[in-house]
């Protein structure tokens, strides 16, 4: 009972905690330098969503927002895709279920997880940056920027999928003089490969989202359109391109629905 009160007293402190630096920070943002009190950013934001309702469709505009989604979405799909290839035989190796020695396995593991978290630990623009100075404004930077860290998101889930399936079937299969390999590969696999393809088309709205903010390197695409429209203060153009990437992430969120259903009919 004890133990319990101290808990709970130690709980209350560190709510009180929470909660003053919450109303401290609070009361900075509003009250010191005159951070959000701007009448002429109220104005600039009623604009902003006045704007809606003059959407610019122009033939002209259209087009060029066509290009700039076929463009991001190249650019998502050749970054998921070289992704996919190289997370494949990582995640397969990382997940501890295909190298039957235990001592070259656990080695095998902790050095793939360790690369796996140092690639996805950092944010996709980061990477971006570092390959603009490196092989200059290229297009190649989009696709390799969201293919380093996707390549430590999609191995480690491949990892876990492979390791949670349910391990009877996996059992049958050795009991039955199926081999560790063949195991993995008739059973493991199998198993997850629904869950691994849904998480795969989530990666890919992901993708087309973090293709989009390229534009704040200079990468074209939808994103990109968006930033000038934006900096010239066209709002009318601004929607209709956020309403072009909300139509394509749609489109790709129904198309992993209907794959999904398939798989799993």
Request: charged fraction near 10%; hydrophobic fraction near 50%; aromatic fraction near 12%.
């Amino acid at each position: 009972m004890k133990n319990v009160n101290h808990f709970f007293e130690h709980k209350k402190i560190l709510t009180l905690i929470l909660v003053s630096a919450f109303l401290w920070s609070s009361i900075r943002i509003f009250y010191t330098d005159q951070t959000l009190i701007s009448y002429d950013g109220i104005s600039t934001l009623f604009n902003f969503l006045w704007s809606v309702f003059y959407l610019d469709v122009t033939p002209e505009f259209l087009v060029i927002c066509l290009k700039a989604v076929v463009q991001t979405i190249l650019y998502a799909f050749g970054g998921l895709s070289l992704a996919i290839i190289i997370a494949i035989p990582i995640g397969i190796l990382s997940s501890g279920t295909c190298i039957y020695n235990k001592y070259v396995n656990n080695t095998v593991v902790t050095t793939l997880r360790f690369v796996l978290a140092c690639t996805r630990s950092i944010h996709e623009l980061i990477w971006a940056l570092l390959l603009v100075s490196i092989i200059g404004l290229s297009p190649m930077v989009a696709v390799l920027a969201l293919t380093i860290p996707y390549v430590g998101i999609l191995g480690r889930i491949f990892a876990e999928q492979l390791r949670d399936v349910p391990q009877q079937p996996i059992r049958l299969l050795l009991s039955n003089g199926a081999s560790y390999t063949k195991a993995v590969m008739y059973g493991r696999i199998p198993l997850a490969m629904p869950n691994i393809i849904s998480y795969i088309f989530y990666r890919l709205e992901c993708g087309i989202r973090s293709a989009a903010i390229m534009s704040f390197i200079g990468i074209q695409g939808i994103g990109y359109q968006i930033h000038l429209s934006l900096l010239d203060l066209r709002f009318g153009q601004v929607w209709t391109g956020l309403i072009c990437l909300t139509i394509l992430v749609v489109v790709v969120d129904a198309w992993s629905s209907i794959v999904r259903k398939a798989l799993t009919s």
